[in-house]
């Protein structure tokens, strides 16, 4: 089983104390890193606790000549306050003495030790379920009973030491430090944006529930996590969580510092501590697989960058190439840590490709009300960020603003695709009307030749479930290829490009107005001459390119995805927009599946065989009158 009763810290670490500077820290970290053997996760989080929560939790920390109050630009729309001691330097803490942790760690393990019996589990090398669920138990019942989900600086072994409290993530840390005191090495984190389980066994292929989630979640403790990846429900990543090494257990319980004082003020010590260890485990490699702790760090370095490191842009990218090559792009934050950082830095269309991206990755789940973070997360992108880019922007007369950039609204149908997509399958619907009014008022800004720019195509079963394509809009789609085929090469007959097609392609491509041939054809083209008439088709096209905010070649492309947006189509290329129409669209819940699981595969046949909707578990009831 593996048993060992590990000390502490050696005697040259515990000359470091007592902590008082971040460098000491640091160093502290990097020699227990180093060691050949697995570092202690409940010493690590008592000592990053008790700086973060002496620093943080103490009012006399912001009073006096301790420290003074400094104000810094976070974003457009509010500010931030960093709390700086102009005395001493300002990476001082107040000392940190290793008596005081060493006791906290003792009082750790005789809890675990004196409530786990473990010779009742049998001698096995590997955790059980039984086991898991008992250490779970123990940490549970020695909580205050009251559920702490948005309460800050309780997610370390010294909150649950000291006052008995611990959020969702310090209960799943606190069950795997257990676990380590208890000598069974193969109980892990299994960590995904919102919520922590544990792995353990044989290869970590068991899966249990250990912590909470909401309220009254507790029952789930000590069962498998497979309910929830069937689901689909992001809160479980489509089973691609990080799962965690014993390093990288120390990344988490790093990444989840939080040096809040105040909604508005923020501790530079802690900040700057959580900053450089993040650093040291970059360096040491444990970061490679861990999104959230490259976006908190990305978020660090823009606010205080470091000299000779890397820029925060590149943190935000890395932290994204780990998401799509690690977790199949099952992770949402890394895309919302880029598009916040493109908006505070006025980079609004790549801040809108980066929330676009960020519903391409969301609309392979089913919404669920345990994904509540994430709607509001989506939720503020649509009705606060989108319109206040939409109100800078169209404040001006610039030729670059967003407003005349197509590809702009192409990635704004496809945010809102992906969260219809989203909402389809669900139990409990995404959009409403709160969603419509910003929308709608969002398209309004963009000119019906921007929107018309965009090409827009469909899935097979989207296409099915709404209304028959128009003529028109196949007409103009066949347009655009004869278009587009022209500007890359000379087609085979040009005497087709004389007849309507080309007439009413142009005419298109010129905001549609009614034109007279001679100025397609000129005064001096022959019409029998089809060369010079295509010269001449050339020179108009150019010439009515060159004042147009669109540009005509390398149009975007969008493939809509979702039911919702499949029938708005015709409506958002429309010159004339219908906004009553694109919300009641918009809004409708016909695609929500109110009634139960959406049916696959053969049960979706029985479904159709028998005249039911394939989209719901069991026929509607009849309304009582």
């Known amino acids: 089983m593996g048993k060992r009763n590990m000390d502490a810290l050696s005697e040259e670490e515990k000359r470091l104390f007592p902590l008082k500077t971040v460098t000491s820290v640091v160093s502290l970290f990097e020699s227990i890193l180093k060691r050949t053997t697995e570092p202690d996760l409940a010493l690590l989080s008592i000592i990053v606790g008790c700086i973060e929560n002496t620093l943080t939790c103490n009012q006399q920390i912001l009073s006096g000549a301790k420290s003074t109050v400094i104000t810094t630009t976070v974003d457009e729309t509010s500010e931030k306050l960093l709390a700086i001691p102009p005395v001493r330097k300002e990476d001082d803490f107040p000392e940190i003495e290793w008596p005081i942790v060493e006791a906290l760690y003792v009082k750790f393990r005789a809890v675990i030790k004196s409530s786990v019996d473990v010779t009742q589990y049998g001698c096995s090398e590997f955790a059980t379920r039984e086991l898991v669920k008992k250490v779970s138990d123990v940490i549970w019942n020695t909580l205050t009973r009251s559920y702490y989900k948005d309460r800050a600086h309780l997610q370390s072994l010294y909150s649950y030491l000291t006052g008995n409290k611990l959020d969702c993530f ?38 249990a529930e250990v912590t909470w989630h909401g309220k009254g979640n507790e029952d789930k403790r000590g069962q498998p996590v497979d309910a929830g990846i069937q689901a689909r429900s992001w809160l479980y990543v489509s089973g691609n969580p990080v799962i965690c090494s014993r390093f990288t257990e120390v990344a988490s319980l790093v990444s989840s510092i939080n040096p809040s004082i105040t909604a508005t003020t923020d501790s530079l010590e802690v900040a700057s501590m959580q900053q450089a260890l993040l650093w040291v485990l970059y360096d040491t490699g444990h970061l490679t697989r861990y999104p959230m702790a490259l976006g908190n760090l990305a978020d660090l370095e823009e606010l205080s960058p470091t000299p000779g490191r890397c820029h925060c842009g590149q943190l935000f990218s890395q932290a994204i190439e780990v998401a799509r090559r690690c977790y199949g792009n099952s992770h949402v934050y890394p895309y919302t840590y880029q598009g916040g950082y493109f908006y505070r830095n006025r980079m609004y269309k790549e801040a809108l490709e980066s929330w676009a991206n960020a519903a391409d990755a969301i609309r392979s789940y089913n919404y669920s009300r345990e994904d509540e973070e994430i709607y509001k997360e989506f939720l503020e992108i649509a009705n606060e960020l989108i319109p206040f880019v939409m109100k800078v922007e169209g404040s001006g007369h610039s030729a670059r603003s967003i407003l005349k950039d197509s590809e702009c609204f192409a990635h704004l149908l496809r945010f809102y695709d992906g969260i219809c997509q989203w909402e389809e399958g669900s139990c409990t619907p995404v959009l409403h009307i709160g969603w419509a009014k910003p929308l709608v008022n969002t398209i309004s800004k963009f000119d019906s030749q921007v929107r018309r720019h965009v090409v827009i195509s469909c899935s097979e079963v989207a296409e099915e479930d709404t209304p028959a394509t128009k003529p028109q809009a196949k007409e103009q789609e066949k347009e655009e290829r004869l278009v587009d085929s022209h500007v890359g090469g000379k087609t085979a007959d040009q005497k087709a490009w004389l007849g309507s097609t080309v007439l009413a392609a142009l005419t298109d491509l010129c905001g549609r107005t009614v034109l007279s041939p001679d100025f397609f054809l000129g005064p001096d083209t022959k019409t029998g001459s089809y060369t010079q008439a295509i010269h001449s088709l050339n020179i108009s096209g150019t010439a009515a390119s060159t004042d147009s905010p669109v540009k005509i070649v390398n149009k975007p492309k969008l493939y809509l995805r979702s039911h919702k947006m499949a029938g708005l189509k015709d409506l958002l290329l429309s010159e004339k927009l219908n906004t ?20 696959r595969g053969e049960e979706a046949k029985d479904a159709k065989q028998e005249g039911r909707d394939a989209n719901l578990s069991r026929p509607k009831r009849t309304r009582k009158e």
Do not use: Y
């Open 170 to 207: 310090g209960v799943a840390l606190a069950v795997v430090a257990g676990c380590q005191v208890l000598g069974f090495n193969d109980v892990h984190l299994a960590l995904s944006e919102d919520h922590a389980w544990v792995i353990f066994g044989l290869d970590g292929k068991e899966t």
């Open 580 to 599: 009553h129409a694109i919300s009641l669209q918009l809004t409708a819940q016909s695609q929500v599946q109110l009634g139960g699981r959406k049916l």
